[in-house]
């Protein structure tokens, strides 16, 4: 948010009794240039990365929804505000002034409770973003010592050393910041957009260099025109996930708290309503364009925060960077993404000024009076206003969706169900038409929708963030064979290239049955006419050629010969797990004897083989299609062969293979 929306929100807290006789009036255009700065801010960062959801259509769709909503709520809380003043004879001057006159002491607690855990979200997602940005232009290489990604070490230590400015900007007077801090924010703010345009636009020129064979996956197009339903999500999160989309295009447009006090200061307050809209107007258009470039140039693989796109250097860095995971946060930060780094990072430090007191404040006005004045409570709520924004910000790293969290669970409340259930309570609801009405009652299960399923949906991204591949990993899910090629090519020492060694030591076996999945992997890179690179620099490697790998994939005989045979040469590796039920079932046959270490090759070698058919069998059942019980035991009794002592540790095994193959069981 910009630092303008803060001294706002500022105001709402702590000058909600300064008359607005002794205010500074400004007009229209002022209070139009005023919104625009406000909306303006850190929210350009992450709204292009919801066209990685939405597509080329839904994403604007959206944008244009969000903006028509919020120019309603801003009509309702004008007219109610009116109403209530000519009512009343009392000006409002603050969100919790309007909150309460329209609902009572209920209004009151509704907004001073979601205002206050709003400011705390803000706050969050201000110190997550600052210690991502200082990463990045000044990166820290010290091991954090809580453990953890050792790649999220530096930024922590960020989120530390920046901790000092909460602490500071909690025991300073707040009006002395107010004056000293406002006035940056313009420049801040028109410095930070300049960066955003000419840092996404600069970054054309690297999509020249992005292998097209790694552009799509198998179920993801590298652009959408609608929603994207690709990726690996199961149904009801990506239901989730178009919450968020909607979560973080209210966050942009949430001003709906400093709208009373805006409108105190107005010369004609009749122009607030026009002039919100066309200032919103013209940030969707700023926001239009930065999404449309992002998409075009990062497409589904952009990252969250537009800063990390903004890199230079990646084959030199990372030759074959475009099969990796998240491919465009790979390289060095460009001049543009250092400078725009730094001017979001000062730009959120000048934001802290105002919203790290008002946070104070608010907690302090949530207690009883008595026990908010004693010395001890206040030291006690700014130590902990302070620490509890370290520990959040040490844990989560992903300021998008610590904003759609933000958004869904609070600032929803105050942007659209209070203005509506205001206007309808004591505003002048009787002239709202049919249509209105119905469209209050759509707006009002909108919001609730958004409330519940987005808050579930940004703890849920929250949560499988944690365990997300790190940026530069290879390779990406989902690749083509021609891109895993064309990156080993480049790579052919690289350990993802030869996992396949990784199956082959001293103690294998060599089994008629084969995993059908690797054969038919051979058969693709044949048809494509490409190389698999095998790294022969191990201790005893094991390569195996198929037979059938120089005849042509349309050689109707080669099939035939695996239908009939159903063979080919493959390697196994001993486990763990077989010698210790080799062990148990010697064990049993001998009476609880120790068996003779000859005893025991021969056993395991049984196990072993007897787990390679059953694997064999089940590794062909797709994970997306259960299997029946029956069906499993079937297997597993076929391949033991008539075999009693076998019978009883066939189905162990069947069940333990499909675990391993993600086999459900139903």
């Given amino acids: 948010m910009a630092i303008e929306r803060a001294l706002s929100t500022a105001l709402n807290s702590v000058t909600s009794s300064e008359s607005a006789s002794t205010k500074n009036k400004i007009g229209a255009c002022a209070l139009c240039c005023n919104v625009i700065l406000s909306i303006t801010g850190t929210a350009v960062l992450g709204v292009s990365a919801q066209m990685k959801t939405f597509g080329w259509i839904l994403t604007p769709v ?52 979601s205002s206050t855990l709003s400011l705390f979200g803000m706050i969050f997602g201000g110190l997550i973003l600052e210690s991502g940005n200082m990463q990045i232009t000044s990166p820290i290489h010290w091991s954090w ?95 989730l996930s178009l919450f968020s989309v909607f979560s973080y295009v209210m966050y942009a447009f949430a001003i709906v708290v400093t709208l009373p006090t805006l409108r105190s200061t107005m010369t004609d307050r009749s122009k607030l309503t026009p002039m919100c809209i066309f200032a919103f107007a013209v940030v969707s258009m700023e926001f239009l364009v930065i999404m449309l470039a992002y998409y075009w140039v990062f497409g589904n693989l952009g990252p969250e925060n537009i800063i990390d796109g903004m890199r230079e250097g990646r084959s030199q860095l990372q030759p074959g960077w475009w099969a990796t995971v998240d491919p465009w946060g790979v390289g ?45 409570v206040q030291f006690a709520v700014r130590l902990f206003v302070s620490l509890l924004r370290l520990f959040v910000a040490a844990l989560v790293k992903d300021f998008v969706k ?30 709202a038409g049919p249509l209105r009405r119905v469209m209050h009652l759509l707006i009002l299960g909108l919001g609730a929708f958004s409330m519940v399923f987005g808050t579930v949906g940004a703890v849920h991204d929250l949560w499988a ?82 037979s059938t790998a120089y005849r042509s994939p349309d050689d109707q005989e080669a099939y035939e010969q695996f239908v009939e045979q159903d063979q080919a040469s493959t390697v196994v590796k001993t486990q763990k797990e077989d010698k210790e039920e080799a062990l148990q079932l010697c064990r049993q046959m001998g009476g609880g004897r120790k068996p003779s270490s000859e005893e025991l090759d021969e056993m395991t070698e049984f196990v072993s083989g007897l787990r390679q058919n059953i694997e064999a069998m089940l590794i ?11 069906e499993m035991k079937r297997i597993a009794v076929g391949q033991a062969q008539g075999q009693i002592f076998a019978l009883k540790l066939a189905e162990k095994l069947a069940r333990r293979a499909c675990e391993t193959f993600g086999v459900r069981l139903e």
Wanted: charged share 15%; aromatic share 12%.
């Fill in 62 to 113: 959206t944008l244009v929804l969000g903006m028509l909503l919020t120019s309603e709520m801003v009509h309702l809380v004008g007219v109610t505000s009116e109403t209530i003043e000519l009512r009343t004879g009392e000006e409002i001057l603050s969100y919790q002034d309007y909150a309460e006159a329209s609902l009572g002491r209920t209004g009151w607690w509704l907004s001073a409770v």
């Fill in 145 to 239: 010592p809580l453990g953890g990604d050792p790649m999220d070490a530096g930024r922590k230590w960020w989120a530390v050393l920046l901790t000092s400015t909460t602490l500071f900007y909690s025991y300073v007077d707040i009006g002395h910041l107010l004056h000293n801090s406002a006035w940056i924010g313009v420049g801040l703010t028109i410095f930070c957009l300049v960066c955003v345009y000419a840092g996404t636009f600069a970054q054309f020129k690297n999509l020249e260099d992005f292998n097209p064979d790694c552009a799509t996956t198998f179920n993801q197009p590298y652009r959408s025109v609608g929603v994207n339903v690709g990726g690996e999500e199961p149904p009801f999160e990506s239901f």
């Fill in 332 to 376: 060095q930060p460009s001049w543009l993404g250092q400078a725009l780094g730094w001017g979001i990072t000062l730009h959120l430090l000048c934001s802290d000024a105002i919203y790290v007191p008002v946070t104070v404040v608010s907690v302090e006005a949530l207690l009883p009076k008595h026990v908010a004045a004693r010395r001890r």
């Fill in 402 to 431: 610590m904003t759609n969290l933000t958004s869904a669970a609070c600032v929803t409340m105050n942007n659209l169900i209070l203005p509506i259930f205001a206007f309808h309570i004591a505003g002048p609801s009787s002239s």
């Fill in 465 to 546: 963030s944690r365990g997300a591949p790190a940026t530069g990993s290879f390779p990406r899910p989902g690749i083509s064979t021609q891109c895993f090629d064309s990156f080993c090519k480049l790579n052919p020492t690289h350990a993802g290239c030869g996992a396949f060694l990784d199956l082959c030591n001293d103690e294998t076996l060599l089994h008629p049955f084969c995993d059908l999945r690797f054969t038919r992997f051979l058969q693709e890179y044949y048809e494509g006419g490409k190389v698999m690179y095998i790294p022969t620099d191990k201790q005893n490697p094991w390569v195996y050629y198929y």
């Fill in 620 to 630: 062909r059942q797709f994970p997306e299609t259960p299997m029946k019980i029956g």
